[in-house]
């Protein structure tokens, strides 16, 4: 680290992350706290207690549908238990499921934040759509809710404009549900959050500030703190080794690459083995084939893959998963100079197989050709990468959803599965075999780019040349997800932590 200021702060902790629940049988009317709220279906008739039927009577005389999100502030006489409610839309009972919850959840943080209020009491919601799910299921989806609504990426602001406040403590009010089944659910979906907050702070981070080499201090730091191995190789090893794909992609900058491999282990024998891959690209200007400036403004967030894998392995020993995983981190910076690779180059990947650069700005794959070989040497059980590695992907799915191609339809159905759970939208693209020849180079193994025509396929079967067939393996394009233009469901603009909690729920299934 000689040569580099100090770090100075650590992305592990969110403003989000101080929120504390706790559980409690009071009825909403006796609950007292800065804020107090509930949650309603679109259409759904008044119910349950003379204050919800006072609120929703108000509410629809002052134009409140229940839209996904929509709330209506009422000001409470003095004497009440709670100084202001909230009536919180769920949108459509028809369409309704565990996230539209988490994305109402995230609304009301959002709201109670901007009220200045530290402390809030929530009735557990129920009915509907979620009278389906379990207890514990809704408890975490509520507790996502809040804790991703409540996240801030602000320490680089000289002060506080809005006047904002962080929510401290949230009282959910059980009703009839049992505590311990509403307590686990609450803990799971912190534990949840707080990982998904992790990866979006860091893929928020300067590139300036976040550089391979300070990501790998960080990751160090995390990994001490969560009981998890974590080894750096830097560029003798990753030279010694022959890894040529980082190197190549490394070469026109100043910054060292490295590549971050973290180990968990659960005390009880592991049910199986799993490596995941992320390709941590901390800026991608394209190289020589230079990007313009407005595909170049959010390429911070070109490493997104590498933040969502810290952050589930962050994530594993606090929810005790009995899976053996290993996360592979490739870290590197994609910049032009003389030094720079250049389309027409062949560099010889770990592997051994050669790739002709036609276009040095489809380096991601250069990156975990690398990673994958060396995961594949282990034999595990399975192999997952993530990695933003696309356009051609967000062509086709947009921003709100991810592109997963795989080896193995087994694999690829519990991901998908596990996608439902985390409510994230995952997409499983073909993996067209006669695409390959889109790929082969006269003077080399392969080529790291094709034609324009299903770019984001002839991706994914580049990356799988560096995956034995016997080894189950998926690839998840979170191009289009990873960091958001515009608001969408529970997230503002910016990092949105993709895959993590579809890891996080595949590897506890």
Known sequence: M?????????????????MRFHCSQKALDQASADTSALFTWRGMAPHGSALHRMLARRSEADGFRGNPGEIFLYHAPDGSASPRYLLVGLGPEARGNLESLRTAAAALSRRVRRLGARTLAVQLPGGGPLRGATVDAVSQALAEGLLLGGFRFDRYRSENSSGEKPLRRVEVLLGKQKRTAVQGGLRRGTVYAQATNLARTLVMEPPSELTPMRMAAIVRKEARQAGVTCKVMRRAELEKRGMGGILGVSRGSAEEPCLIHLRYRPRRRAGKHVVLVGKGITFDSGGLSLKGSASMENMKSDMAGAAAVLAVMRALPELKVPVAVDGLLLMSENMPSGTAQKPGDILRTYSGKTVEVINTDAEGRLVLADGLAYAAEWKPDEIIDLATLTGGCVVALGPAGAGLMSNDETLARALLSAAGHAGEKLWQLPLYHEYLDMIRSPVADLKNSGVRWGSAITAGLFLQEFVPADIPWAHLDIAGPAFLDRAHGAFPKGATG????????????
Not at 2 to 18: C, F, K, L
Not at 498 to 509: C, D, T, Y
């Open 2 to 18: 000689a040569g580099y200021p100090a770090i100075r702060h650590t992305p592990s902790v969110t403003g989000a992350d101080v």
């Open 498 to 509: 993709a895959g993590v909690r579809i890891l996080l729920h595949h590897l506890e299934a």
